[in-house]
């Protein structure tokens, strides 16, 4: 099964908009990673936060983790049409192997 | 340096065949991890391999199995195809194990299979 969970499932928004996506997961972790997909293609890494921070940032992609909670979110800002793409999160939490989620697929619209 | 690289890219074959599936991780990288994704079933984990030795597997059936060369390259084989293992398989490198020590898999562009 898969450790995380994706939330929404489908985001579609206009180009500009900020976009959120969410992760749940079930065990405990070290890392969280975010990946994004084009379609077809292979996982492109994006962002890594480790389980003792609580917000990361890397250009227009912002993440934060609560553990407590067992949730991550990655916040795209300023979208554009070149983000169009699936985001996957990636846990350690289930043996010394990456578990990836179900997968956000975000449309922006031009 | 040259990223993870896959062949074949595209991979027609009939039921009851048998496929192999190459993987060249980028240099250095020690790691290489396999993956199945399909629209109904995500990004499924099927083996890792670390040093010639096949460090973790998920639970794909026993008809699914790999190996590493001494270079780090990987092939993945499955025998006895059945029409759902129709996929995009994936291969990813990282330097050390993929998990726990937070580290960055490099994916390849994917093999896809259909199975007719």
């Known amino acids: 099964s898969q450790q995380g969970e994706e939330d929404p499932q489908a985001l579609s928004i206009q180009e500009g908009e900020n976009a959120t996506m969410n992760c749940s997961y079930k065990?405990?972790?070290?890392?969280l990673q975010w990946y994004r997909q084009n379609s077809g293609r292979g996982l492109v890494h994006l962002i890594l936060?480790?389980?003792?921070?609580r917000e990361k940032h890397s250009g227009r992609l912002r993440v934060t983790l609560d553990t407590s909670k067992k949730s991550s979110s990655l916040l795209i800002t300023a979208s554009r049409a070149a983000d169009t793409a699936s985001y996957f999160c990636?846990?350690?939490?289930?043996?010394?192997?990456?578990?990836f989620g179900t997968g956000t697929r975000l449309a922006v619209r031009p | 340096k040259a990223g993870v690289t896959q062949t074949p890219r595209y991979l027609i074959k009939t039921r009851g065949q048998q496929v192999t599936l190459s993987c060249s991780p980028i240099?250095?990288?020690?790691?290489v991890s396999w993956y199945q994704q399909t629209p109904g079933q995500g990004l499924q984990f099927l083996f890792e391999?670390?040093?010639?030795?096949?460090?973790n597997k998920g639970n794909s059936p026993g008809r699914f199995s790999g190996r590493q060369f001494s270079n780090s390259r990987s092939e993945m084989n499955v025998s006895t195809l059945e029409l759902g293992d129709s996929a995009l398989y994936l291969c990813?490198?990282?330097?050390?194990?993929?998990?726990?020590?937070?580290?960055?898999?490099?994916f390849g562009p994917g093999t896809r299979l259909l199975v007719l």
């Open positions: 990813a490198s990282s330097l050390e194990l993929a998990g726990g020590l937070g580290e960055t898999q490099y």
């Open positions: 990636a846990t350690d939490g289930s043996g010394d192997k990456l578990t």
């Open positions: 936060i480790r389980s003792n921070e």
């Open positions: 065990t405990s972790i070290n890392n």
């Open positions: 391999y670390f040093s010639e030795t096949q460090r």
């Open positions: 240099s250095g990288h020690r790691s």
